[in-house]
């Protein structure tokens, strides 16, 4: 069979993803690849379809139990023989693997790097076919990465120990220092580096400013009823907090963070994955080894201290492809917040650390298109003026007419103040609050005391960070006093005009994005319902993720094609003979009951 009947077999796709075929091709004739992809980029059947087309097994090195267990699950439901030797497994399921190896019946074998390098298992695969080495989640053998495992390390070896053999890299790590370490820990002989865009586009990115969580929150749920996503927040008991608000309001949601014992948060876990709780709220602690390929929704309550952990934790929504949204709320509180945490690092990391939290403060004030300015932090360009997916380019967020004036009254009231307050009295002279501190100092008296005082507070506020993160003025000291920079000097000659955001009111005819529109076209959405309850059925059944049955591009192929016959069904995408062996006789009813 060659790549595209198996593509077609086994999973019932019908095109490869960009650079796929490339990766597939480069092992297929023997040589060594990195292959970098963003999340949901389709890394894994990079190295299951080789996997299938050459001779022997494929072993596949990868970090994490519950990573490979998905896998597995998955390759399984699709009909492949693939299996996993790992610490969770009892010695009884072990002695069977050892059988299948033995046999030569596998196709994919999954380990964990130290597995793989112990004296006695190498020894059993002296006397086996091996087709090629799959490396998946490969950053983890740099310490550049973002999680470097000291097993990774030893994989070294590998190259020496089985010279002929083609060794595969995966990663979704961006940065060239991580990838050239891969080459160089991992020995690659010439290895065809594949690079592919880290642009997500199915990602709609919103930033708001922060007001009132619970209800800005309910306004995201809203538009997802009964669909999965993660709310993340700074603190653990932001955590509780929030999720017993949901529930309050009729949510299905559970908590989790590092605090919690490991029972209930694997439980936690659990629930979400298997689509018995909605909503998982989280600290940071949650999302590392979760493939659920459907997370329609991800919130930060709070800022996050990089644009790195902004990418990462985003990330985990829409990796079936299909539109999902992300919002950021944030407040100037936040970057207060991790600022003081860096006062406990040393001189260099400070710095760092300083620079990254300044770059993702620049970019939740900036009015820039969100997609254009994660990929250029990443070293990218966006080869479209409109990512058509964040809320600058769908026209939800406006720039305001008369910026060059306002500004100027931000900043000469600043002056005005001996450059000696923070943003938050700042505003409050400038919209002309009676507060008790302002009578004393008799800042009631300045000429720029109510200047703004058509607009309220919050607004004034906003407007400050905005003049902020675009560097004219400067936060100073404990208390983040306002400070003009030399580009601030400039706006208050009229020689530099800053840009203004001014939220539009909630509007109900909010603009549908492209790519959700496309991917919900023709769909018959009660249907789609109907088929949803059935996959929650089969999966439950077979105590699998409901996503590992179909994902949600298959079910809602399945509820625009509405096919009633196995030939017809074999048209899904996603559905390969395998799964339409299983589950095609129960799907086939529901959607005949349905248009009879
Ligand atoms: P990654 O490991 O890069 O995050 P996955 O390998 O988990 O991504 O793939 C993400 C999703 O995309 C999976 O549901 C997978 O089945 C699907 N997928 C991968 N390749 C294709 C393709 N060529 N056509 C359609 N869907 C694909």
Redesign the pocket.
């Given at each position: 069979m060659n790549k595209f009947e198996i593509?077609k077999k086994y999973?019932g796709?019908d095109?490869?993803?960009p650079l796929?075929e490339e990766a597939i091709e480069s092992i297929l004739q023997g040589r060594d690849a990195i292959t970098v992809?963003p999340?949901?980029?389709?890394?894994?059947?990079c190295f299951q379809v080789p996997a299938m087309a050459l001779d022997g097994v494929t072993l596949v090195v990868s970090p994490l139990i519950s990573l490979m267990k998905d896998q597995v699950d998955a390759l399984n439901d699709c009909g492949i023989f693939a299996a996993r030797l790992d610490s969770s497994l009892s010695y009884e399921d072990q002695q069977e693997v050892f059988q299948q190896i033995y046999k030569q019946e596998l196709k994919l074998l999954y380990l964990a790097p130290e597995r793989l390098l112990s004296d006695r298992f190498l020894e059993t695969l002296s006397n086996i076919n091996i087709s090629f080495i799959a490396i998946d989640e490969a950053h983890c053998v740099s310490i550049w990465g973002h999680d470097f495992r000291p097993e990774y390390r030893q994989l070294g070896q590998l190259r020496k120990l089985f010279p002929d053999i083609p060794i595969g890299a995966y990663t979704?790590t961006a940065t060239e220092q991580v990838r050239d370490d891969i080459a160089q820990q991992l020995k690659l002989k010439d290895p065809n580096m594949l690079i592919g865009s880290f642009d997500r586009p199915n990602l709609i990115y919103k930033v708001q400013s922060r007001k009132t969580v619970i209800s800005q929150v309910m306004e995201v749920l809203e538009r997802h009823p009964n669909e999965s996503g993660v709310i993340y927040c700074i603190r653990r008991k932001d955590v509780e907090s929030l999720c017993k608000q949901l529930k309050k309001n009729g949510i299905k949601a559970a908590p989790y963070h590092a605090g919690m014992a490991d029972e209930k948060r694997k439980k936690h876990q659990d629930q979400f994955i298997k689509e018995k709780v909605d909503v998982i709220v989280a600290t940071i602690a949650f999302g590392m080894g979760i493939?659920k390929?459907n997370v329609r929704f991800i919130i930060h309550t709070g800022m996050p201290k990089s644009l790195e952990h902004y990418q990462q934790e985003s990330g985990r929504a829409g990796?079936?492809?299909l539109e999902a949204e992300c919002t950021l709320l944030f407040g100037g509180g936040d970057y207060g917040i991790w600022k003081s945490f860096m006062n406990e690092l040393g001189d260099k990391a400070k710095d760092i650390a300083m620079e990254k939290l300044n770059s993702i403060y620049q970019f939740c004030n900036s009015g820039q298109c969100k997609h254009q300015a994660i990929l250029k932090y990443f070293g990218q360009e966006l080869d479209k003026d409109n990512c058509q997916a964040c809320d600058v380019c769908l026209g939800e967020v406006e720039t305001i007419n008369d910026s060059l004036t306002i500004s100027q009254k931000i900043l000469s009231c600043i002056i005005r103040l001996d450059q000696q307050f923070g943003a938050s009295y700042t505003a409050m002279v400038l919209v002309g609050s009676k507060d008790k501190r302002i009578m004393e100092y008799q800042h009631d008296l300045l000429s720029t005391y109510g200047l703004l005082s058509d607009y309220p507070k919050q607004t004034v506020h906003d407007w400050t960070e905005q003049l902020v993160s675009q560097g004219y003025i400067k936060k100073v000291g404990e208390y983040n006093i306002l400070f003009l920079t030399e580009t601030g000097v400039e706006v208050l000659k009229g020689n530099q005009t800053p840009k203004l955001l001014k939220p539009k009111e909630k509007s109900k005819e909010r603009k549908v994005s492209k790519i959700a529109a496309a991917s919900w076209e023709n769909v018959d959405k009660d249907l789609f319902d109907i088929l949803r309850k059935h996959r929650a059925n089969l999966a439950s059944e077979k105590n699998v993720p409901p996503f590992i049955i179909f994902?949600d591009t298959s079910l809602r192929d399945m509820a625009r094609l509405k096919p009633t016959t196995k030939k017809e069904f074999l048209q899904v995408h996603?559905v390969g003979e395998k799964k339409c062996q299983q589950y095609g006789k129960e799907m086939l009813e529901a959607i005949k009951e349905y248009i009879s």
């Open positions: 593509l999973w796709y095109s490869f993803r796929q992809l999340t949901g980029g389709g890394k894994s059947l979704a493939d390929s990796r079936d492809g994902a996603g």
